[in-house]
């Protein structure tokens, strides 16, 4: 390169340089607003390389989340209901409920979604009452979670708790009002109806029932207190129906066991009477008294209770003394020394069957004949059947009055075939 070429380099570049001064000295703001705008694009390309979700103009869709008394829309690009709560690092516990479910897809903006937490509900129904974690709010739905069937005329509702003893671990109450069941004549029609009323007159508001001049209830009285299966009469001008109440005598059942000794009984269910109600529309003159009556029906306002007795068929001739004979013969106050005549005897002549009895009435293990209709083993021992050890004393007395012992009478019986 000459010289001259050099020298007419180093111009250019003075020349350059001196267009760039006078250019930013017209534009003075082009330089931070090129960096401006350079920053921001790679800081976006960035972003959404690394999978930005919640801010930004690249998000795909925006929801609404409900969860822990919260409100929040949320961009993301989430797929899944689950997908998205995983991000923003909410859990989710088992009795939680979540709508729509974890697994519906996002597919559209201003979608809905709620996070309900569990928490400890005491349903309370008349006496009874259990305590469930659940994230239900639904009152008739928790308790058909908890098992309990409801009339839809039962009055169902969540309170807040008491400061009782179980303290902050009861988040809500449920309290069940059961309805009451009550049977209503209306113009001799009869009808069954469930109500919340404590009065007549709040029954008949509750049911819009409105009475035209003249006409008359039976009971009467308007404040007259509601009672289970009460007997409700709406009676027309001139007409009234009347009722006597009667007894339903309960059924007796008897139920056969054949693992309790024959002749015994006993009462497994106690019989409870019914009640029925005998319905008669009257019909009065003008002054009140009654002109005639007819037969409309009858009401059971109360089913009898069934008395279930159970029946022992076990045969006396079939109870075995227990195989430790000696046992019971020491019960009885023999002395071992006659153990042997005593089973000897007893063996053969009932087979240590209590309950023995021959053809000709002889009873017991000692098979003690009757005397005049009367058989001194029954006077002696009332429950001989099943009463061996009374018996063996029976025996014993008579082995000793006659023989002297169970050792001479087994003597006796050896050569005689009978004592």
Known sequence: MTARQVKKGILDDVFTEKIKEHFFSRHPFILPVVSF???????????????????????????????????????????????????????????????????????????????????????????????????????????????????????????????????????????IERSVPIQVSMYGVLGNYRTLARTIGGFLEEKNILLKQGESTQPADMESLISPNMLLSIN?????????????????????NPKIQAGKETIIQEGIKGKRAVLYEVELNDAGA???????????????????????????????????????????????????????IIAHESNWRPGAVNSIGCIGLG????????????????????????QLRHFSAYANGRYGSWNAAYQVWVVQRWW
């Open 236 to 256: 027309l001008i001139g007409k009234q129906v009347i009722s006597f109440n009667e007894e339903i005598p309960f059924v007796i059942q008897k139920v056969n």
């Open 37 to 175: 705008v350079s920053l921001f694009i790679i800081g976006l390309v960035f972003f959404v390389s690394f999978g930005g979700q919640t801010v930004g103009a690249a998000d795909k869709h925006v929801v609404k989340l409900f969860y822990d008394g919260k409100n929040q829309t949320v961009p993301t690009r989430a797929k899944t209901v689950e997908e998205l709560l995983n991000r923003l690092s909410i859990v989710v516990g088992p009795k939680d409920i979540v709508e729509p479910a974890l697994e519906s897809p996002i597919v559209e903006d201003n979608l809905a979604i709620n996070v309900y937490r569990a928490r400890a509900v005491e349903v309370v129904d008349g006496n009874n009452k259990v305590i469930i974690q659940t994230a239900t709010k639904s009152p008739r739905l928790v308790a058909k979670e908890v098992g309990i069937n409801l009339n839809k005329e039962d009055n169902v509702v969540f309170v807040r708790p008491s400061n009782d003893i179980k303290g902050p671990f009861i988040a809500e109450k449920l309290v």
């Open 290 to 344: 009654e002109v005639s009556r007819r037969s409309l029906q009858t009401v059971v306002l109360q089913e009898p209770v069934t008395q279930i007795i159970e029946k022992g068929t076990l045969s006396a001739a079939t109870y075995s003394v227990s195989s430790d004979k000696a046992s019971i013969m020491a019960a009885a106050g023999i002395d071992a020394s006659q153990f042997a005549s005593v089973d000897y």
């Open 367 to 390: 098979q003690r004949c009757p005397i005049g209709g009367n058989n001194a083993l029954v006077a002696a021992c009332p429950s001989w059947q099943t009463d061996p050890v009374c």
